[in-house]
Each structure stands twice: as structure tokens, then as C-alpha cells.
């Protein structure tokens, strides 16, 4: 059984398109996040969420949202993609915010044509 | 300056060898210090956790904390092919996961 899954591995669109990513839990966590690992391996927290608090990483544009339908889903929407969001996104769980129990999923890998 | 800095390698390695992973960094409120393995195409999984300085062991996997020196390690012992991977140092102020800082990786290969 996979922990955290992402929805698609991978995703392929032009300049200007609005695209979504799906993430889901099955840990029975309560918190959720969103990273972005760029070309060179470096891995930022975008957003952290639990049913209380939303936590926005300041350097994140508001083109980014998180959107959660239930504590086992985060899905991360995008709009007007841009060449600088091609990245692999990762979502993440944990209990609470304590990182010795967070898991992150496989990564979806975005390329913006 | 980055927070945290790490050498991004490659490293490579003969098999049953001890390598050694390390990180610098510039805050000194860091006080949580985490070491992550990514294998290829993947998301990345925790290998050693742990709280201000000192040393933690698991199995083959030592990590070490110097905070005077604002210095971290990982040592693993008896290197195994499939340890063969990017190892993620990240660190943090607060117990809080929204918090974390990570390195860029260090690329391992471990020859058989």
C-alpha cells in the first residue's frame, strides 16, 4: 500500500495553461504539504496545511493554491504556468508538525513548454 | 550565504568503505538536524533524526552534530551498492516540519 500517492508522475503543458496535481494520504495524518525540488536538487516547502492552519511559504506566487477537500487530500492547483515552475513537486504528511513522522510521495515531475 | 550549505558530489565509493556526508550551515538557532536519502526518481525518505548536538547511531548509519562548529555529519558504515543515492541534509529552528531548511544533496555511488 502506498503511503503518499501524487497524481500525475508526470506533466507535460504549455506556457499560460492552469494545471492541478492530486495528492493523497493513507497514514491517517493530519497535516499535508507541498515542495518544489528544482533542477539542481534543491527541495523548498511551499505550503504546510492541517484543517486549522494554512502555512504559505512567502516566496511562493499566488498563482499557486492548495486546495483540500478532506485531511487525506492536498491537491495543488497552478495557474498561468510559467518556464520557471518546471520543476518535480513533492507532497508530504505528517502527524502534526512533527518532521521525525513526515513521508513524502514519488514526485511529480512538471515541464512547461 | 545559503543556510545550509552541502557538497553536491559525486561521491563514489568501493563497497564495504565508510563514507562520509557532511553540511555546514550560518544560523545558529538551528536546533533540529535531519538526514534524508532520495534514490533516483523518487520522493525523499528520513533516515536519522535528531535534537541539538551529539551523536545518533542506527545500524551502519552514525549521524553527528557540532553545533559550535555549526557542522554536521553522516557516517555510514560497510557501504552497500544499494545505498547508492542523494543524501539530503535539512535542518530547522523548530520542531515544526513547516520550518525545515534542506541542502541541495549529495550525489553517492557506491562501486561494487
Known amino acids: 500500500d502506498t503511503a503518499v500517492s501524487q497524481t500525475p508522475k508526470y506533466l507535460v503543458t504549455q506556457m499560460g495553461n492552469d494545471k492541478s496535481i492530486k495528492c493523497e494520504q493513507n497514514?491517517?495524518?493530519?497535516?499535508m504539504y507541498w515542495y518544489k525540488q528544482d533542477s539542481k536538487k534543491f527541495l523548498k516547502i511551499m505550503f504546510s496545511?492541517?484543517?486549522?492552519?494554512?502555512?504559505i511559504n512567502e516566496t511562493v506566487p499566488n498563482r499557486f493554491s492548495p486546495k483540500s477537500p478532506d485531511k487525506a487530500h492536498l491537491n495543488l492547483h497552478i495557474n498561468s504556468l510559467e518556464l520557471g515552475d518546471s520543476a518535480v513537486y513533492f507532497c508530504?504528511?505528517?502527524?502534526?508538525?512533527?518532521?521525525?513522522?513526515?513521508?513524502f510521495g514519488p514526485g511529480t515531475r512538471l515541464t512547461v513548454l | 550565504q545559503k543556510e545550509v550549505e552541502q557538497d553536491p558530489g559525486p561521491l563514489s565509493v568501493p563497497e564495504g568503505a565508510i563514507v562520509s556526508l557532511n553540511c555546514t550551515y550560518s544560523?545558529?538557532?538551528?536546533?533540529?538536524f535531519m538526514w534524508y536519502r532520495q534514490y533516483s526518481r523518487k520522493g525523499p525518505e528520513l533516515l536519522m533524526y535528531?535534537?541539538?548536538?551529539g551523536n545518533k547511531e542506527d545500524g551502519r548509519f552514525t549521524a553527528q552534530v557540532d553545533k559550535s562548529s555549526k557542522y554536521i555529519s553522516l557516517f555510514i558504515r560497510d557501504s552497500q551498492p544499494s545505498d547508492s543515492a542523494t543524501y539530503l541534509c535539512?535542518?530547522?529552528?523548530?520542531?515544526?516540519?513547516?520550518?525545515?531548511?534542506f541542502g541541495s544533496g549529495t550525489r553517492l555511488s557506491i562501486r561494487p
Open positions: 535539512a535542518m530547522s529552528a523548530s520542531s515544526s516540519a513547516s520550518k525545515i531548511i
Open positions: 496545511y492541517n484543517n486549522k492552519e494554512l502555512i
Open positions: 544560523n545558529s538557532a538551528f536546533q533540529y
Open positions: 508530504a504528511s505528517s502527524q502534526g508538525a512533527l518532521m521525525d513522522t513526515q513521508y
Open positions: 497514514l491517517g495524518h493530519d497535516t
Open positions: 535528531t535534537y541539538s548536538s
